[in-house]
């Protein structure tokens, strides 16, 4: 049943008879000759069925098939430099295997609504497939970057008793008897005993924030990449991101390429990745927005467009660190040098694509911890487990979380987080 080779493996069957499985992209006709381009999810095959080749009924057959029908095709392999994929397939048989009627997503330009709506669909068009083959990739870099680094991978629960990335994102339910649970913001807090039990972890998996901004930058249900090192200061944390992000860059470029060409992505852009990466304070990050002229005002947090003006100033990803500790997460340890600031860093993709990686060195003190744990006002009594942390065998140790829908946006050089992701999850849509 399964198929014998696929559209990938061309180049080992040239002047063979071969037979494909798969559903029809799109159709040519002239005269006495279609044009069949069979899809089969690893690629694109133009297969010639000409008249005087096949019998009458394989021709009509040929003739009959609509966008998306699945069917098989038999055929002799040629090598053909200017069709798509390099080969093409002199047909001797089709068969079909199911119609495809009035499919509904044409060549044609469709509305992004009507699109989104028949996302079940638009999966299988050409952008589609590309980018979601680039997320795969991306999956991949992450995992065998950690794992080629003793990383652990440790998963954290979905359904967690408090926030951990302030409470006004929480997506809330009923927990049985035991009172109000939450889908989890962020894996980092379990990722810290990890990390305390096994040296270096990371978690990965989906996260929920109940973002109330209609932003194409913002999903409610996204992916999220977290390592946590014992023993690592903020510098450690930062030199890590970097290395982390020029690894998966040139994976998608070592083994995407022609996913990058469908998606008409400026490949310039992204050979320029490479470490150093500028890093920037906070302090510096406004002096820089002031000399340009931009009103900001110390203290708040960077907008959208207060980041994409800092990074339109370099090619490459910018490390901000160090910002106000009163717009961070409560369990960011504070810097020594000036207790205002926290031990943290935000990492800024190129060509405006804003915040990819948040991150920082946790704090490690019992008390102080404690202490801003009531300061937030969340219930200590939830966190005691994570203050434990600090109590038996505290160390220093920091982490980040790398957004992957944001990561992959970037890469693909596309507007809009909806895409990067198989089915998304948005403030307005919750279907299919
Ligand atoms: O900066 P954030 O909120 O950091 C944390 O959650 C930390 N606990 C991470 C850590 O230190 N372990 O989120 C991290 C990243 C952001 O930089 C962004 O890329 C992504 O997660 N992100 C979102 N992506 C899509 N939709 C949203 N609503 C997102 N919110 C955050
Ligand atoms: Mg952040």
Same mark, same amino acid.
């Given at each position: ?5 696929? $559209? ?7 002047? +063979? ?19 069949? *381009? ?12 000409? +008249? ?6 394989? &021709?009509?057959? @040929? ?27 002199? @047909? ?12 509904? *997503?044409?060549? +044609?330009?469709?509305? *992004? ?7 079940? %669909? ?37 359904? =967690?008793?408090? @926030? ?11 927990? &049985? ?6 889908? =989890?913001?962020? #894996?980092?807090?379990?990722? /810290?005993? #990890? ?50 992000? /020029?690894? *998966? ?30 890093? !920037?304070?906070?302090? /510096?990050?406004?002096?820089? %927005? ?14 959208? =467009? ?18 106000? @500790? ?21 990492? !800024?993709?190129? /060509? ?20 801003? $744990? ?18 038996? #065998?505290?160390?220093?140790?920091? #982490? ?33």
């Amino acid at each position: 049943m399964k198929p014998e080779i696929y $559209i990938k493996d061309l180049s080992e069957h040239v002047g +063979k008879e071969v037979t494909l499985k798969g559903w029809l992209y799109n159709k040519r006709a002239s005269g006495k000759v279609k044009f069949l *381009i069979l899809r089969d999810g690893t690629g694109y095959l133009q297969c010639i069925v000409f +008249k005087g080749n096949v019998t009458p009924e394989v &021709f009509d057959v @040929a003739e009959q098939l609509h966008q998306e029908a699945s069917y098989e095709v038999t055929g002799i392999v040629k090598e053909e430099p200017r069709a798509v994929g390099g080969y093409e397939l002199d @047909a001797t048989d089709v068969k079909l295997i199911s119609s495809s009627d009035d499919y509904p *997503i044409t060549p +044609k330009e469709h509305g *992004i609504e009507f699109l989104i709506d028949n996302r079940h %669909l638009w999966l299988r068009s050409k952008r589609q497939v590309s980018i979601m083959k680039i997320r795969h990739r991306i999956v991949k870099a992450i995992r065998d970057f950690f794992d080629n680094r003793d990383f652990t991978l440790f998963d954290p629960p979905i359904i =967690t008793p408090n @926030a951990s990335e302030g409470t006004s994102t929480l997506f809330e339910m009923e927990y &049985f008897d035991l009172g109000k649970a939450y889908l =989890t913001q962020s #894996g980092q807090l379990y990722a /810290e005993a #990890g990390a305390i039990a096994l040296g270096k972890v990371y978690t990965f998996g989906p996260t929920f924030r109940a973002e109330k901004s209609k932003t194409r930058r913002h999903l409610t249900e996204f992916w999220m990449v977290e390592p946590e090192m014992a023993f690592y200061d903020l510098d450690d944390d930062m030199d890590l991101a970097e290395e982390f992000l /020029e690894y *998966i860059v040139k994976s998608v470029l070592k083994n995407n390429k022609a996913d990058l060409e469908i998606l008409e992505r400026d490949i310039s852009k992204l050979e320029k990745i490479e470490r150093p990466f500028p890093r !920037l304070s906070y302090d /510096e990050a406004i002096e820089m %927005l002031k000399a340009e002229g931009h009103e900001v005002e110390w203290g708040k947090d960077l907008g959208a =467009t207060d980041e994409t003006i800092i990074s339109n100033k370099f090619d490459k990803p910018v490390m901000v660190h160090r910002y106000p @500790a009163e717009i961070k997460a409560f369990y960011m340890k504070r810097d020594p040098e000036n207790e205002k600031l926290a031990l943290c860093v935000d990492v !800024l993709a190129p /060509e405006g694509y804003g915040e990819i990686i948040g991150g920082s060195q946790r704090e490690d003190d019992y008390d102080k911890l404690l202490g801003r $744990i009531k300061e937030h006002e969340l219930p200590v009594d939830f966190f005691k487990w994570y203050l434990d942390l600090r109590k038996y #065998g505290s160390v220093p140790h920091s #982490g980040f979380g790398l957004g992957l829908e944001r990561t992959i946006t970037w890469i693909c050089g596309i507007d809009h987080l909806r895409e990067t992701i198989p089915f998304p999850r948005m403030i307005y849509r919750n279907t299919p």
